[in-house]
């Protein structure tokens, strides 16, 4: 009997203690001279092209914050990502607004987004189910799936914090982000 308790405590030990951790060592005495020299060139730039490229991405620029402003959120039901009777007029401005001539350069992101209630995994996928049926709206209507593309945040991305039904609701929704 003291025999098998010995063997149970020198197993415990060798379990338990196992090898210790060696930390890794860094050499930070190595010079560091021998890496290859970058030379910089320097290219000359004329005022003109560089004022047109900055007029060209300030005129993308304020063209995608017009889209954005102007393109409606649609909002869901809890634990829902069937389109409502009152989100659909919205969805057929939004796809009004993605047929414009000025969203005609443009992709577009749906942005699938839920409220805090459930898990990670399954607001992960509930929000995709949503950007999907937006997608699958908006096809119906007439826009190129090719320029539509779908993401999903979950719960990470509220645009309210509070706990109220009303704050959950609006955490409930699909956005819409234009890329040049």
């Not at 063997?7 to 560091?32: H, R, W, Y």
């Not at 290859?36 to 060139?41: F, G, I, L, N, S």
């Not at 057929?92 to 990670?120: Q, T």
Request: with cysteine; aromatic share 8%.
């Amino acid at each position: 009997m003291k025999k098998m308790f010995l063997i149970s405590i020198a197993a415990a030990l060798l379990l338990f203690t196992g090898c210790s951790q060696k930390t890794p060592e860094v050499d930070m005495t190595k010079n560091t001279n021998n890496q290859p020299k970058v030379e910089k060139t320097e290219t000359a730039v004329t005022p003109s092209n560089d004022q047109a490229s900055q007029t060209n991405d300030n005129d993308i620029s304020y063209k995608i914050a017009q889209l954005e402003q102007e393109a409606k959120i649609i909002h869901f039901d809890f634990d829902k990502y069937n389109i409502r009777e009152d989100q659909k007029p919205l969805v057929s401005e939004d796809a009004s607004l993605i047929n414009s001539d000025m969203a005609k350069d443009f992709s577009v992101k749906l942005e699938g987004n839920c409220d805090e209630w459930g898990s990670d995994e399954y607001n992960y996928a509930l929000g995709l189910k949503r950007a999907k049926s937006v997608k699958s709206a908006l096809e119906a209507l007439g826009v190129d799936g090719n320029r539509l593309m779908i993401i999903s945040y979950g719960k990470t991305n509220p645009v309210c914090n509070e706990h109220t039904k009303a704050c959950w609701a609006k955490n409930r929704r699909v956005e819409f982000k234009f890329l040049p």
